[in-house]
């Protein structure tokens, strides 16, 4: 199993291959903004209104009002950073699992997968020349250590990629530190520098590299995140700076000065080790074998809590299916909870589920994640095609009273764990939400409970239940469209069956 630690396994090669859907793609012809869903199902949908109502009324204003706030609360306090491989993470998935039977959720259990395991021990960097200063650093996971005695070295700052491999910059990087000050450009663009960084620089020959922590904002906050070696370079030590001290390294450098640095960082890389997803589920009343799937993760980095990224998104998840389960609703379709666990080392957890899994991905009706911040929401971002999406603006409707009926349309998959499935087959949705400051605090010891707004959390929890209900208990099962199928991820599936994933939240 120590092959989930670089590569996602998707297996479901023999599922695609003979997938009814696929078919000619057009996506330039189809109109995404066009509904023309037949009366009978416009009137189905319709029928939910008043559940819809009691559904929110209950969460927003009624008995569970700030009660999503409240288990969150007191489960960050309780067990605070959850590191992938860690006592303390096992320790909080057989809380959570406590805390679904302690709700009533049916078949609640876990389900086993081995996961990465890498700590952090020592950690200092200084300013030789041409000043001395103290650099606070935070390794980038998985980054191998220095030696005991700490690297000193000339640095070289690039701003890009592209500034690295210039011919008088590429030469000269041999022996240095390589510090990258990249532009922020959005979280999907600027974070290759984190995952990619130490691997381009090691091909140059670099003995080390310092990211500058990838945030639009900073006061002097420092983000962690993994990096990944890429096969065949020699790994080096790899840590992010602040924003700050990354700017103030690029002046020095442009004003002619020569920078030394010393780096002390000093991790260790253990054996994968065995954790759990954790499941429970609201048991469908007459298609049982049907499952919509409501998830976020329950691993954080080993700074913060894990409040933001990702306890709300997945409290939302459990949460929304115990409010349901205490009014009574049982959908058609079986409703399931999965706490997804080590997905910040590269979507572990939901490789093995996948795997396991592969059998009854035919019946995953639509699946779920929030894992971009549980902010105010606006509503639900999709993967889905023409009348996918037409059935989930219908529904959306509903949440007009709190403001969140927004349904955008996402080219390419959602999702982070579910991103693979959405980005190829089955058709899902995560939360929109007014998220614009989520990378202020992502990875960063800033990600606290104070981040988050009971209101806000209520919100979303609404919006989690009513949307998940109403697809699970349709009379008409949610469609598998070929516009929805993007055909260039299904030829990677089919033709590598080991994909490399790269944490992409936009």
């Not at 090691?202 to 420092?222: E, I, N, R, Y």
């Amino acid at each position: 199993m120590g092959k989930l630690t670089k590569f996602i396994a998707i297996l479901a090669l023999p599922l695609l291959v003979n997938c009814k859907y696929i078919g000619s793609y057009k996506k330039d012809s189809v109109k995404y903004d066009t509904c023309d869903l037949s009366q009978s199902l416009l009137n189905e949908i319709h029928s939910y209104e008043e559940t819809a109502n009691t559904i929110i009324n209950t969460i927003v204003n009624g008995k569970y009002k700030g009660g999503t706030y409240k288990e969150l609360a007191k489960f960050v306090d309780k067990f605070g950073a959850r590191l992938s491989g860690t006592q303390n993470l096992e320790n909080s998935i057989d809380y959570m699992l406590e805390l679904m039977r302690a709700n009533n959720l049916d078949n609640v259990h876990g389900e086993e997968v081995y996961i990465p395991h890498w700590i952090r021990n020592e950690e200092h960097a200084e300013l030789l020349e041409p000043r001395s200063a103290k650099l606070p650093v935070l390794g980038l996971g998985s980054s191998v250590s220095t030696p005991a005695e700490g690297i000193e070295a000339e640095a070289i700052v690039v701003t890009s990629f592209d500034q690295l491999k210039l011919e008088n910059v590429s030469q000269a990087v041999k022996g240095k530190i390589v510090v990258y000050n990249e532009e922020w450009t959005g979280y999907g663009g600027t974070v290759q520098y984190r995952s990619r960084g130490a691997s381009e620089a090691s091909k140059l020959g670099a003995v080390a590299s310092l990211v500058k922590s990838v945030t639009p904002f900073s006061m002097s906050t420092l983000h962690t995140g993994e990096q990944d070696y890429e096969d065949g370079v020699v790994p080096i030590p790899t840590a992010s700076i602040t924003k700050e001290d990354a700017n103030m390294l690029q002046r020095m450098q442009d004003r002619g000065d020569t920078i030394k640095l010393k780096l002390v960082l000093n991790y260790t890389q253990y054996p994968d080790s065995k954790s759990r997803n954790s499941v429970g589920e609201i048991i469908g009343s007459s298609l049982p074998e049907k499952v919509v799937l409501v998830s976020g993760h329950i691993d954080s980095w080993d700074v913060g809590v894990g409040a933001m990224d990702d306890g709300g998104g997945a409290f939302i998840s459990w949460y929304s299916l115990a409010i349901l389960k205490a009014l009574g609703l049982r959908a058609k379709r079986t409703l399931r909870a999965v706490l997804w666990t080590a997905e910040e080392p590269g979507l572990v957890g939901w490789a093995g589920y996948n795997a396991t899994h592969f059998h009854e991905l035919d019946n995953f009706t639509f699946v779920m994640e929030s894992d971009e911040g549980t902010f105010t929401p606006l509503g639900i971002e999709y993967a889905a095609g023409v009348k996918g999406g037409c059935i989930i603006k219908e529904i959306l409707k509903f949440l007009a009273p709190i403001n969140a009926s927004q349904a955008q349309y996402s080219t390419g998959g959602v999702g982070s764990d579910i991103s693979a499935w959405t980005q190829s087959l089955i058709p899902g949705g995560s939360l929109l939400n007014a998220n614009e400051k989520y990378f202020w605090f992502h990875h960063s010891p800033a990600d606290t409970m104070d981040v988050l707004d009971p209101d806000d959390l209520d919100k979303a929890t609404a919006v989690w239940a009513v949307v998940s209900y109403i697809i699970a208990d349709l009379s008409e099962e949610f469609p598998r469209e070929r516009d929805q199928i993007n055909i260039e991820a299904l030829n990677k599936l089919q033709t590598d069956p080991q994909v490399k994933l790269v944490h992409n939240k936009q």
